[in-house]
């Protein structure tokens, strides 16, 4: 392996950032990259300027909690959004109906649209709102 790739590990390790995807070329590094804060990216990017490692940083992601954890949603919130989206409620044209799925959990239209909306509403809050 060479010194340039061993490099980036290194300082990925140093950094604790994931690496969600990565393009090295003999010019660069281009990396769309995770971290648990601000910091360790800005570790991760001074380590790379300081061992002369060529890198370009296209994209940077929080690092959120993995399938609903954190994200402050009830149950019910939970099993609506989820059941909506495998059955295609959020895609266009919609391959299901608010009907059908209210049925399938067994409760009202308008109970289906409150917790749908109520969880958006959680979601964003939970992951975008500190961004806007």
Not at 1 to 12: K, S
Request: with cysteine.
């Amino acid at each position: 392996m060479g010194t340039r790739v061993l490099g980036i590990l290194n300082a990925l390790a140093k950094a604790n950032v994931v690496v969600l995807s990565g393009i090295g070329t003999k010019d660069e590094w281009r990396f769309e990259v995770r971290g648990e804060s601000q910091e360790a990216i800005a570790d991760f990017r001074e380590y790379c300027q300081k061992n002369d490692i060529p890198i370009a940083i296209t994209a940077v992601h929080a690092m959120l909690p993995i399938q609903g954890e954190g994200y402050e949603l009830t149950e019910m919130q939970r099993e609506a959004l989820v059941l909506a989206y495998q059955r295609g409620y959020f895609n266009t044209p919609r391959e299901a109906s608010l009907e059908e799925i209210a049925d399938e959990l067994d409760i009202t239209q308008q109970s289906l649209s409150s917790r749908l909306r109520r969880g958006h509403r959680r979601l964003i809050g939970a992951t975008l709102s500190s961004s806007l």
